[in-house]
C-alpha cells in the first residue's frame, strides 16, 4: 500500500484495517521507497526498545532509504544515533536537561501562557494555533536555548517549512536548514564567548569524566531541541483543546475539577498523539516482528498513534475518557530513545490546558476552518478557530 492512501485524512479507519488484517505491511514510504509499517500495541512497543532496529542511516540497504537529507553540522543528533555514541551524548544531555530545569521553567511558561491569552482581549473569536498553541511552545524553547526574541518568528517559519512542506515551494525546506545552519553557528560562537543562564550555554560547558560535546554534536542538538520542542508542544496543545471541544461531557468534567490534568494530558497524548509516525529503523540483521521477518537494512516504520488506539491494549480506544488509565501510550516513544523533552511537553501542556480554561468559561469551537497538516511526522492543526 502506499502509506498516504488515506492516512492524512482518516488515519485512524486506516490504521484500524492494517490492525485487524495484519501485524506487519509492506508499503510504500513518503519518499516512494519500500518499507514495513508496524501498527500493533505489542509490537510497536517491542520495536521502539529493539537494539536490532537502528536510527543511524548507515545500516539501510543501498537504494532504498531516501529521507530529507541534513548537513552533518544538523544530523549528529539522537534521532540518528545507535549506542554507544547515543549513551554518551544522551549522558551529556542528561547532566544539563534536568528535571530541575523543565521545574523552574513552569512559572515562566504560565507567564508566557497570560500573556498571550491577554492579547486575546476577554472576548471575540481566534485561530487559536496561530494566536497560542504555537506561539507558546517557541517562545519557551526559544528561552530555554537562550535565542533573543527578535529571531523566533523566523525559527518558527523554518520548523514549519520542514514539519510540513509546501508543495508548490519545494525549495524551503532546504532554505530553512541553510538558514537554521548559519543561526546556530553564529548563536554558538557567541555563547562561547558570552555563556548564558542558558541550556545552550551549559551543553557547551559540561562535561563527563572529561568527555564534552563536539561542534557538529552541539549543533545538531540545538535544531533537534527545537525542532522537537517546538513541533511536539504545538501539536499535543492543540490536538489536547480540540480533543476536549469536540466532547463537552470531558470538558465539563475537566472545568469542575483541574486536579484531572496531568492524567488528562496522557489521555490526550494517546487519544490524538503529535505524531502518525515515530523515527523511521533499520534492521541490523534480519528481524521478526509479529511474526513476519523483515530483512536486514530495510526500513522499518512504527506507528505510536496505531498502537495507542489498539483496542488490546486500550480497551474502546476510539473515545475520550479523562478518566482512563492512559499510562503505557507511546505517543512519546519507549526505550532508549524515549523523548528527551516530554517532561517539558507535559507541563507545557498542563499550563496552555489550565490558563486557557481559568481564562475562558465560555471556549467554543467555530464553525469551519479546521485543518490538519498534511504531514505524517507531524499530527497537527494548521488552524483551530474557537469563539470565547
Known amino acids: ?71 552533518l553540522a544538523l544530523d549528529a543528533n539522537l534521532l540518528n544515533m545507535d549506542p554507544p555514541d547515543h549513551t554518551r551524548v544522551r549522558r551529556l544531555v542528561g547532566r544539563a536537561f534536568t528535571p530541575r ?12 501562557a497570560d500573556s498571550l491569552l491577554d492579547a486575546l482581549g476577554p472576548h471575540g473569536s481566534a485561530d487559536l494555533v496561530a494566536a497560542y498553541a504555537a506561539p507558546l511552545p517557541i517562545t519557551v524553547i526559544c528561552d530555554l536555548l537562550g535565542i533573543p526574541d527578535e529571531h523566533r518568528f523566523d525559527f518558527r517559519v523554518w520548523t514549519d517549512s520542514l514539519v510540513a512542506p509546501d508543495p508548490a515551494r519545494p525549495e524551503a525546506g532546504k532554505e530553512a536548514v541553510a538558514a537554521m545552519l548559519g543561526y546556530f553557528t553564529r548563536l554558538l560562537r557567541d555563547k562561547r564567548a558570552e555563556p548564558g543562564d542558558d541550556l545552550l550555554s551549559d551543553l557547551i560547558a559540561v562535561r563527563d569524566d572529561g568527555d564534552r560535546l563536539g561542534e557538529d554534536e552541539l ?51 494517546r487519544y490524538e498523539g ?3 509516525l515515530a523515527i523511521r529503523r533499520f534492521p541490523v540483521e534480519d528481524v521478526t516482528i509479529g511474526g513476519v521477518t523483515v530483512p536486514a537494512g530495510e526500513t522499518v516504520w512504527v506507528s505510536p498513534a496505531a498502537a495507542n488506539r489498539d483496542p488490546a491494549r486500550f480497551p474502546d480506544p476510539d473515545r475520550l475518557d479523562l478518566g482512563r488509565d492512559a499510562g503505557g501510550h507511546l505517543a512519546l516513544g519507549h526505550g532508549i530513545h524515549y ?25 467554543a469551537l467555530a464553525d469551519g476552518g479546521l485543518r490538519w497538516r498534511r504531514s505524517l511526522r507531524a499530527r497537527g492543526l494548521v488552524a483551530l478557530p474557537v469563539t470565547y
Open 101 to 112: 530545569r523543565v521545574q523552574r521553567l513552569r512559572a515562566p511558561i504560565r507567564r508566557t
Open 219 to 269: 549543533m545538531s542538538l540545538a535544531f533537534l531541541i527545537l525542532f522537537a520542542g517546538y513541533e511536539n508542544a504545538v501539536q499535543l496543545i492543540g490536538n489536547s483543546v480540540l480533543a476536549l471541544l469536540s466532547h463537552p461531557d470531558q470538558l465539563a468534567a475537566l472545568r469542575r475539577d483541574l486536579g484531572l490534568l496531568p492524567g488528562a494530558v496522557e489521555e490526550f497524548a
Open 274 to 276: 503529535p505524531a502518525l
Open 1 to 71: 500500500m502506499d502509506l498516504a492512501d488515506g492516512l492524512l485524512d482518516h488515519p485512524y479507519d486506516v490504521y484500524r484495517r492494517l490492525r485487524d488484517s495484519a501485524p506487519v505491511h509492506r508499503i510504500t514510504s513518503p519518499d516512494g521507497a519500500p518499507a514495513w509499517l508496524v501498527t500493533r500495541y505489542d509490537d510497536v512497543r517491542e520495536a521502539l526498545a529493539d537494539p536490532r532496529l537502528a536510527l543511524d542511516k548507515r545500516h539501510a540497504s543501498a537504494g532504498t532509504y531516501k529521507g530529507f537529507p541534513l548537513p
Open 339 to 363: 523523548c528527551l523533552g516530554a517532561p517539558l511537553a507535559r507541563a507545557e501542556t498542563e499550563i496552555a490546558l489550565t490558563a486557557l480554561l481559568e481564562r475562558f468559561p465560555d471556549l
